[in-house]
């Protein structure tokens, strides 16, 4: 059993999408958590556009560079394949997802095992527990003025849910910019609210899901175990 845990915001510290991710990591024993900080990879729309290109050769005539695109892809998959969970953080920057996450999702496709020309929608990650924890510096809630400006959430929901058929939980902070901005002080604590409530929200995924795991621990167990003699 792995925890993948995603991470993408540029912060270190006071990171909200890297302190929710601690909070669902916290259920799992720490040697079976494997972190992928995709801010640690600095060339991946590199990659990525070497293993794109590559689609469109047969394969005798890759380049080195194409090579290496297609092996990142396929190590990225086989460790997104290789979870029984996931855990994505990903900060809201300019009204999308960070670069990063795009080139990782990107890179994804063109392995065979995430291509939906090669995999039906909805296999490659089905049923898999995927937490999308996510940190917004504005609000885009019903009836803010930029209600419908946060494109990030709608997109991640349609890869991993609809085109990879994770079982997708999202988990969101808003406001975390009245923190620091002293032009958002009297917004406070608004973003108090809802970072409390993330942390509370995550708190209780993350409890959810530890029951699940042990009660399919049990199950395996329960089948493995018996006793034949
Ligand atoms: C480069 C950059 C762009 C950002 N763009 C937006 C944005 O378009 N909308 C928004 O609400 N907040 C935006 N923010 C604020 C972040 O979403 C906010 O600080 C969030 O808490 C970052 O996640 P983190 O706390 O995990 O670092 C941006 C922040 C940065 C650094």
């Not at 939906?116 to 490659?124: E, F, I, K, Q, Y």
């Not at 058929?165 to 406070?188: F, K, S």
Request: glycine share 8%; net charge negative; hydrophobic share 45%.
């Amino acid at each position: 059993m792995t925890l993948l845990r995603v991470d993408t915001s540029v912060r270190r510290l006071g990171s909200i999408t890297r302190e929710l991710a601690d909070i669902m990591a916290a259920t799992w024993p720490a040697d079976q958590v494997v972190h992928r900080d995709l801010t640690g990879c600095p060339d991946l729309h590199a990659a990525w556009h070497q293993a794109a290109s590559a689609g469109f050769l047969p394969e005798p005539h890759w380049t080195p560079a194409m090579r290496r695109g297609k092996a990142l892809a396929a190590d990225f998959a086989d460790e997104v394949l290789a979870a029984t969970e996931i855990v994505v953080g990903a900060p809201l920057y300019n009204f999308g997802t960070p670069a990063s996450v795009k080139s990782w999702v990107d890179l994804l496709i063109t392995d065979p095992r995430f291509d939906p020309r090669h995999t039906l929608p909805g296999r490659a990650l089905a049923g898999v527990p995927l937490t999308l924890v996510i940190a917004r510096g504005g609000s885009y809630a019903p009836g803010a003025p930029r209600e419908g400006w946060d494109h990030a959430t709608p997109y991640l929901r349609r890869i991993f849910g609809d085109l990879f058929g994770a079982e997708v939980t999202v988990i969101a902070a808003e406001l975390t910019a009245a923190e620091i901005d002293p032009a958002l002080a009297e917004l406070r604590p608004q973003a108090d609210l809802s970072r409390a409530e993330a942390r509370a929200l995550a708190e209780r995924t993350a409890a959810h899901l530890a029951e699940r795991r042990a009660h399919d621990r049990e199950l395996s167990t329960g089948t493995t175990g018996v006793d034949v003699g």
